[in-house]
Structures are given as structure tokens and as C-alpha cells.
């Protein structure tokens, strides 16, 4: 079964540094997808960025990209320039295919990092 | 505008009782899903629905229900063999294209 697995339960950075959070996975497929996803206080799930396992570009946007190790397992997320908004529970999650190709789209999700951006 | 509503945001429920958590999109999306989320933990998949009138079972589907009749609903019931109830729900649709996930606001169950 996939795992996705973020060791740093909380981190702590300064507005307008730079902060990196870590998030393995453990599959055996070579396609899929992964994602990091925000949640703020309001406990909004919101979409940050996404990376689809057969492209070897990064994805970014904006202030914020993706560190894909393909063969490590790694998909860490960096974000650039902190902002005060920024603090949120930050969560990685892996798109678990069918067996049968394609995928019906279900979320497998790490245990989160706190993120806290302090002025 | 677009997107996904819950209701109610916040919901009370005695010991024994079923109660039925609403979802609804008005995104087009085929693909829906409820999670579970914990205290210190990630979200769990309890069902998802890929069309009308099919649902399957997630990874933590005991004591739960739901039904598929419209594109636009998919309602969770949690029922009264649901050890633990007392949580944060969220509802997701998906975007078939590229595979996003887009979330409700949440709806927080508390057993008294």
C-alpha cells in the first residue's frame, strides 16, 4: 500500500526567508500524481501545486515549488519570500492509481507540518 | 460562483443518533469524495463516488453511508455504529482533466 510520510510535525520560519518542508512516499507504480495542500486556520483545504510523476520539470507557482526526486521518493515543498498568510498546516498527498490504469482519484495523505510564519 | 458548499459547519449529535452531513458541487465534477480528519493526523478517505448511482468504499468506511442520486450531492450518514464520530469532514470533488481535488469548508462533528 503507498504512505506518504512528512517528518517535520512543525517548523517555524521568518517572513521573507525561505522554508523547506519534506514529504517521502513509498509506491511501487511509475505514474501518478502528487500534491501539497494548505490549510489554513479556517481549515479550508486549498490547493498549493500540483506534479505529475512522469514530467521531470518541477512544478511551480509563484512563490512556491516542488523538489521531485523521482527515484528517491522525495517530493519536498519550497516557499520563497514567507508571508504572515502563510502559516497553515501544510499536507502532501499521493494519487493512488487503480489497478487497472488510469486512476479514480483517491488522496493518500502525510500527517501534516505546521508551518508558522513569524514577523 | 463555482465550487463546493457543507452544511451544516458545525453539528451536535447525541450518543445513538444518525446524522446526515450534506455536500453539494457546482462544479460539473463526476468525482466526489468524503474524508475524515483528526487531531495530528492527515485526511482518510471514508467513500467516494466516481458517478451517479456508484459508490465504493474507502479506507475507513465502518459506520458511515452515503448515496450518489444527483451529480450535484453527496450526502455521508453517520450512523450510530460509528465508534468515534467526533471529527472534521471534508467533502471533495475532482477535476477529471488534471486531477485536482477541490475541498468543502468542512463540517465538525461532536458526539455529546
Known amino acids: 500500500a503507498q504512505t506518504v510520510t512528512q517528518s517535520q510535525p512543525e517548523m517555524s520560519v521568518q517572513e521573507a526567508e525561505t522554508v523547506t518542508l519534506s514529504c517521502t512516499y513509498d509506491?511501487?507504480?511509475?505514474?501518478?500524481?502528487l500534491f501539497w495542500y494548505k490549510q489554513p486556520p479556517s481549515r479550508q483545504m486549498i490547493l498549493v501545486i500540483r506534479q505529475e510523476a512522469y514530467k521531470q520539470q518541477n512544478a511551480t507557482e509563484n512563490r512556491f515549488s516542488v523538489n521531485f526526486q523521482k527515484a528517491a521518493k522525495s517530493f519536498s515543498l519550497k516557499i520563497s519570500d514567507s508571508q504572515l498568510g502563510d502559516t497553515a498546516m501544510y499536507f502532501c498527498a499521493f494519487m493512488k492509481p487503480t489497478p487497472y490504469g488510469g486512476s479514480q482519484g483517491n488522496l493518500i495523505f502525510g500527517k501534516g507540518t505546521k508551518l508558522s510564519v513569524k514577523p | 460562483d463555482g465550487g463546493i458548499t457543507q452544511s451544516p459547519k458545525y453539528l451536535f449529535r447525541k450518543e445513538g443518533q444518525n446524522v446526515t452531513l450534506s455536500c453539494e458541487q457546482n462544479l460539473n465534477h463526476d468525482a466526489m469524495y468524503w474524508y475524515r480528519q483528526d487531531p495530528g493526523q492527515g485526511l482518510r478517505l471514508i467513500y467516494y463516488?466516481?458517478?451517479?448511482?456508484?459508490?465504493q468504499k474507502g479506507d475507513i468506511a465502518e459506520g458511515y453511508s452515503v448515496s450518489r442520486e444527483k451529480k450535484e450531492s453527496f450526502p455521508l450518514t453517520v450512523t450510530s455504529a460509528q465508534k468515534n464520530p467526533t471529527a472534521f469532514y471534508l467533502c471533495?470533488?475532482?477535476?477529471?482533466?488534471?486531477?485536482?481535488?477541490?475541498f468543502g469548508p468542512g463540517t465538525r462533528l461532536t458526539v455529546l
Open positions: 509506491t511501487s507504480e511509475s505514474n501518478y500524481y
Open positions: 463516488s466516481q458517478i451517479v448511482n456508484d459508490f
Open positions: 471533495a470533488s475532482r477535476n477529471r482533466p488534471n486531477n485536482e481535488q477541490f
